[in-house]
């Protein structure tokens, strides 16, 4: 009986197992691990090298730093690539400091917001949900499939979420495909 029970025990526990290291999600090759903040992992993707040096040029490091919560919808070096070309060559100049941390606070929403959160919201919405920004603008959020959510900024422009629920100590990331512009 002690066997069975021991069997028992350890058959549940390597079932579980996997589920124990789900928190730590890969973006640009690296693990996005869910006890450092958004810049100490966002600095470490291959595929956020752009942004990363965007929030460095418009000074956002510590408030990204800082206690939160906060949610980024993290555009990929393919989605400012995406951008009319030398754009984010001229961002990232000194005087263009204040249009550049406007675009990036933009992508910031105080609060947690995952999957979970962002589908609640669209459903509690008829269908919509809109957040307000860090940098004061909105932007609207849909369901576009089961596990997709689409984004729309005051401009028009559209964005998807690539990859969800990318956990921090002051936050969460989710990863999208375009930028998104404020008015």
């Not at 947690?112 to 919405?125: E, H, P, R, V, W």
């Not at 932007?139 to 964005?159: K, P, Q, V």
């Amino acid at each position: 009986m002690k066997r069975i029970i021991s069997a028992a025990f350890v058959a549940g526990a390597l079932m579980a197992a996997p589920f124990t290291f789900a928190a730590d999600v890969m973006v640009g090759g690296q693990a996005m691990m869910a006890s450092r903040d958004i810049v100490d992992n966002a600095v470490n993707s291959a595929d956020h090298t752009t942004l990363v040096a965007a929030v460095k040029a418009a000074g956002l490091v510590d408030t990204l730093k800082g206690k939160g919560p906060f949610t980024v919808f993290a555009p990929t070096n393919a989605a400012f690539a995406k951008l009319p070309a030398g754009t984010v060559d001229t961002l990232v100049k000194p005087e263009s400091k204040p249009t550049l941390t406007k675009i990036l606070t933009y992508h910031v929403v105080a609060g947690k917001y995952d999957f979970m959160a962002l589908s609640n919201a669209i459903k509690k919405g008829g269908g919509k949900a809109e957040l307000a920004t860090v940098a004061g603008g909105k932007l609207s959020f849909m369901m576009n499939g089961m596990h997709n959510i689409a984004i729309t900024d005051e401009m028009g422009g559209h964005a998807s979420i690539s990859t969800y629920d990318v956990y921090q100590s002051n936050g969460v990331i989710n990863v999208i495909d375009s930028v998104l512009m404020p008015k």
